[in-house]
T-cell receptor, first 115, second 113 residues
Framework: DSGVTQTPKHLITATGQRVTLRCSPR?????VYWYQQSLDQGLQFLIQ???????AKGNILERFSAQQFPDLHSELNLSSLELGDSALYFC??????????????FGPGTRLLVL | GNSVTQMEGPVTLSEEAFLTINCTYT??????LFWYVQYPGEGLQLLLK?????DKGSNKGFEATYRKETTSFHLEKGSVQVSDSAVYFC????????????FGKGTHLIIQP
C-alpha cells in the first residue's frame, strides 16, 4: 500500500459526459501527479501540482483540467468525453517539488470506460 | 525530448531462470532512472532507482546499473520466481521535474513453475 488513495476505482460513462477523479496523496507529500495509461499510448504524464499550484504540464488535452486543494487532495476533471479517453488514470505523489531525486508513489488507479 | 525503449514481451521464463529486461533511454540533462513494477489489478510500485552514472539500484533480488556510455538501465535478476510475474516499466525523470516521469511501454513477464 503506497498511501496514495484514488476514488472511484471504476467509472463507466457515456460519450460527451464529464467526470471527476479524486486523489489523496501520502501524508506529508506536497506534489500530486496525474498519468494516463492506455493500450495505444502507454503511460503518459498529464500534469503535476505542487502545494496548490500547477508545476508541470505534459500531454494533457484541453478538455481535461486538474486542481489541487488546500488540503492537498487533487481532482482531475475530464469533459466532453470520447471513446478514446477510456484508460486507467493514475495519481502519484512525492514529498517536494519533484525532480530526478524524488520518488513518486502511485495510487491504485481509476479505470474509466467511456461507452 | 525524452524517451524510453524497452522490450515489450511477453517474456516467458521458467522458475529459477536468469532474467534480463533491456531498457535504453534518450534524455536531456542528467536523468534519474527507475524501474517500476505493476502486479495484476494494482498500481505501480517503485522497484529500484539510480540517480547518477554507474549507480546500481537493487531491491528484492533485482538489480540495474545506470550506464551513461550506453544510455542503458537493464533490469536483471539471478533466479526468478512465479511471484515475479508482472509488468515492468523502465522510466526516467530529467532535471527540474518539468516533464514528469517518462515511461517505456512496459514488459510483461510471465514465470512458469
Amino acid at each position: 500500500d503506497s498511501g496514495v488513495t484514488q476514488t472511484p476505482k471504476h467509472l463507466i460513462t457515456a460519450t460527451g459526459q464529464r467526470v471527476t477523479l479524486r486523489c489523496s496523496p501520502r501524508s506529508g507529500d506536497l506534489s500530486v501527479y496525474w498519468y494516463q495509461q492506455s493500450l495505444d499510448q502507454g503511460l503518459q504524464f498529464l500534469i503535476q501540482y505542487y502545494n496548490g499550484e500547477e508545476r508541470a504540464k505534459g500531454n494533457i488535452l484541453e478538455r481535461f483540467s486538474a486542481q489541487q486543494f488546500p488540503d492537498l487532495h487533487s481532482e482531475l476533471n475530464l469533459s466532453s468525453l470520447e471513446l478514446g479517453d477510456s484508460a486507467l488514470y493514475f495519481c502519484a505523489s512525492s514529498v517536494g517539488e519533484g525532480g530526478p531525486w524524488e520518488t513518486q508513489y502511485f495510487g491504485p488507479g481509476t479505470r474509466l470506460l467511456v461507452l | 525530448g525524452n524517451s524510453v525503449t524497452q522490450m515489450e514481451g511477453p517474456v516467458t521464463l521458467s522458475e529459477e531462470a536468469f532474467l534480463t529486461i533491456n531498457c535504453t533511454y534518450t534524455a536531456t540533462g542528467y536523468p534519474s532512472l527507475f524501474w517500476y513494477v505493476q502486479y495484476p489489478g494494482e498500481g505501480l510500485q517503485l522497484l529500484l532507482k539510480a540517480t547518477k552514472a554507474d549507480d546500481k539500484g537493487s531491491n528484492k533480488g533485482f538489480e540495474a546499473t545506470y550506464r551513461k556510455e550506453t544510455t542503458s538501465f537493464h533490469l536483471e535478476k539471478g533466479s526468478v520466481q512465479v511471484s515475479d510475474s508482472a509488468v515492468y516499466f523502465c522510466a526516467l525523470e530529467s532535471g527540474g521535474g518539468a516533464d514528469g516521469l517518462t515511461f517505456g511501454k512496459g514488459t510483461h513477464l510471465i514465470i512458469q513453475p
